[in-house]
């Protein structure tokens, strides 16, 4: 029997999936969009602009709570190298202890505070409670997560212990209470997934408040809530100026909190169309 049909059929079948392929290449690969709509009202791009940039991919981590890779990873569980505390306002190596893949609190030895500063951010961050926390309202395995230094998210043990609502575990502390109470037992781990914008300032004068976004355990607790000024104890404080950035730390609250945090990692918003 000749061959000659054959090849013909599969040299016919070879050509035709190159060409799709070639199409599906073409499509993949050419942008498309217009220059010919309106110019989107307070930016400079057209609707669907064909020029607009294409944001960067990011890889989003392995399983939900780990560390996307355009992520600045604070502490994994291996070393305390991103942090450090103060003495007489001198930069020390820190004291609080490494303790089975956790950071301790060591208690009256001051706060924990990033070498590197921060600003506009999304912040993961996990704390534990003791199983067997003893104490009443603010005694309960008190800390802090203080966002530029200045703004406070309380760490605390609120699971069935009442406080003031304004201080209780997801409050900006002094502020705003949570909006609902989703923590889960002491001895569980709490995770808080922060989104914060930092205020701006022209001179001394506040042109944009600090804003809060704040997930706990998963639950939306804040919805991008406008922060008063400066975190504060029983007393209501106005903004001061603040470069763009500034260090963030977790609060040393004394010996009587041992409170332990995990898997910490932040990543610096870069804003649209940075590609």
């Known amino acids: 029997m000749s061959s000659g049909p054959i090849r013909k059929s599969a040299l016919f079948v070879i050509g035709t999936l ?12 050419n942008r498309d969009g217009y220059k010919d709509t309106p110019i989107l009202p307070g930016q400079k791009w057209h609707v669907h602009d064909s020029d607009r940039p294409y944001p ?15 992520a600045i990873v604070l502490f994994d569980g291996k070393d305390l190298s991103k942090f450090c505390q103060f003495e007489n306002g001198t930069e020390v190596a820190p004291k609080w202890k490494l303790k089975n893949g956790t950071i301790e609190i060591v208690g009256g030895t ?31 395995g008190n800390s802090g997560v203080f966002l530029m230094s200045r703004y406070e998210i309380q760490v605390l043990d609120s699971y069935r212990a009442p406080t003031y609502a304004d ?54 607790v804040h919805n991008h809530e406008k922060l008063n000024g400066l ?11 603040s470069g763009p950035e500034e260090r963030l730390y977790l609060q040393d609250h004394g ?21």
């Open 110 to 140: 001051g706060n924990l505070y990033t070498k590197e500063k921060f600003g506009d951010c999304q912040l993961h961050i996990e704390w534990q409670e003791a199983p067997d926390i003893e104490g009443f309202g603010q005694g309960r």
């Open 255 to 275: 010996p009587k909190h041992p409170v332990h945090y995990r898997n910490i990692w932040i990543r610096k918003i870069p804003g649209y169309d940075k590609g």
């Open 56 to 70: 960067k991919e990011v890889d989003p981590g392995n399983k939900p709570g780990a560390a996307p890779s355009d």
């Open 18 to 29: 190159a060409a799709c392929f070639s199409a599906a290449f073409v499509v993949q690969t």
């Open 167 to 220: 201080g209780q575990a997801g409050a900006i502390y002094g502020q705003w209470p949570p909006m609902v109470n989703p923590q889960r037992k002491p001895g569980q781990w709490q995770t808080y997934d922060i989104i914060f914008e930092a205020p701006r300032f022209e001179g001394k004068t506040v042109l944009s408040p600090a804003y809060v976004t704040l997930f706990f355990n998963g639950v939306m």
């Open 231 to 241: 975190s504060a104890h029983r007393a209501v404080l106005p903004y001061d100026f």
